[in-house]
């Protein structure tokens, strides 16, 4: 399966400032992980990112050439996307997007669906498996044994009532 080249990665929630700095929200595993990409995509457009700032559980950006309240706000409630091309993940990790519709098969073998989304919860993240039934799994506590991007399949040990 191809992946796509462009992932969303957040939304502008807000302007910040007088300066034309934007605020967004990340979609990302830590806000962190936005501070390292050189430049965002919004509407298919690349803007250089000159300065990012964690702020709470957002990021402040000042995007090159939007240098205005008028023109931050003209991009508020706006996608952002990256490029996978320009990000270097660390080592284990991986884009959600990449996992979702993967086969996931039990530790023994028996395949219970297929990964339909990825939960962001306070608590750790839940994988979303919807097979005959609709199956809840957390990515915490080892439930998650295995997950093959390249192989293209997801491992899980389940427990009782799982």
């Known amino acids: ?17 007088l300066r ?7 979609w990302a595993d830590a806000p962190e992980f ?5 430049g965002l995509y919004i509407d298919g457009r690349r803007y250089r990112t000159e300065q990012a700032r964690v702020h ?3 990021v402040i950006v000042k995007l090159e050439g939007v240098d205005s309240v008028g023109e931050a706000m003209a991009l508020k409630n706006k996608v952002v996307y990256l490029d996978r091309n320009e ?9 959600v997007q990449d996992a979702l519709g993967l086969p996931v098969y ?6 219970l669906g297929k990964l339909a989304e990825v939960l962001e ?3 750790g993240d839940v994988f979303v498996v919807k097979g005959e039934t609709e199956r809840l799994i957390p990515s915490k506590g080892g439930f998650v044994k295995e997950v093959d991007l390249d ?6 040990e389940l427990i009782d009532g799982m």
């Open 87 to 95: 990000v270097k993940l660390d080592e284990g990790a991986w884009f």
């Open 34 to 38: 936005l501070l390292r990409l050189g």
């Open 56 to 58: 709470k559980e957002a």
């Open 151 to 156: 192989g293209g399949r997801i491992v899980v």
């Open 20 to 26: 034309g700095e934007v605020k967004i929200l990340p």
């Open 106 to 111: 039990d530790i023994n073998g028996a395949e």
């Open 1 to 17: 399966m191809e992946k796509k080249r462009f992932l969303e990665t957040g939304k502008i929630v807000n302007t910040h400032g």
């Open 121 to 123: 919860l306070p608590g």
